[in-house]
């Protein structure tokens, strides 16, 4: 495995056999390493642990983002945010991928195989891919510390500390 290129931790269940070779073909096509989780028996599986395997990969460390495909992404996304610092978000269409790794800090796309075709979970996953180095905030700017700030700064002067706040820190022109 070349340490230079980015890990994805791929999972699928039985309901996306039909798709997980060439969606994984297509990873590596872009220059992902793939570390597949995925189910590749005869007959059904518990999806719950292809969702954990990579849950765990990416809250560990081991890989940057995953990628999860079921029959319709939701039992994944479901089974995948129980792992404590997972963010498994279901995407239907382009725009919902990339708005899941841009606004919502998702770390893990779930598709549906039976929702979407190969070559549409190739474009969301495309688009979700691209937002790998966002990083976001580890605490909301409305912390304890910053609400603490912000108070004692206005009870020491509220006119002046106020507009401050409102205007410069959020970048607002009076």
């Known amino acids: 495995m070349d340490d230079k290129k980015i890990t994805i931790a791929f999972g699928t269940d039985h309901a996306a056999a039909e798709v997980r070779g060439k969606f994984k073909e297509y990873l590596v096509y872009l220059g992902y ?3 597949d989780f995925g189910f590749s028996g005869q ?3 518990d999806y719950p642990d292809y969702a954990e395997k990579v849950a765990r990969a990416v809250v560990e460390g081991k890989a940057q983002k995953g990628i999860l495909i079921c029959g319709t ?13 997972a963010i498994a978000a279901v995407a239907w269409d382009t725009d919902v991928a990339k708005l899941a790794a841009q606004h919502n800090n998702a770390n893990i796309l ?6 979407a075709t190969l070559r549409d979970m190739c474009n969301m996953a495309k688009e979700f891919l691209q937002f790998l180095n966002i990083k ?7 912390s ?4 603490e700030f912000f108070l004692n700064a ?3 002067s509220p006119s002046k500390n106020c507009y401050f706040f409102c205007f410069k820190f959020f970048g607002l022109r009076g």
């Open 33 to 35: 390493n793939v570390e």
């Open 43 to 45: 007959g059904s599986c």
């Open 73 to 85: 992404g939701i039992g994944m996304s479901i089974a995948a945010n129980k792992v404590k610092g």
């Open 110 to 115: 779930c598709m549906g195989s039976r929702t």
């Open 136 to 142: 976001f905030a580890q605490k909301s700017i409305f």
């Open 144 to 147: 304890k510390n910053f609400l």
């Open 154 to 156: 206005f009870i020491e």
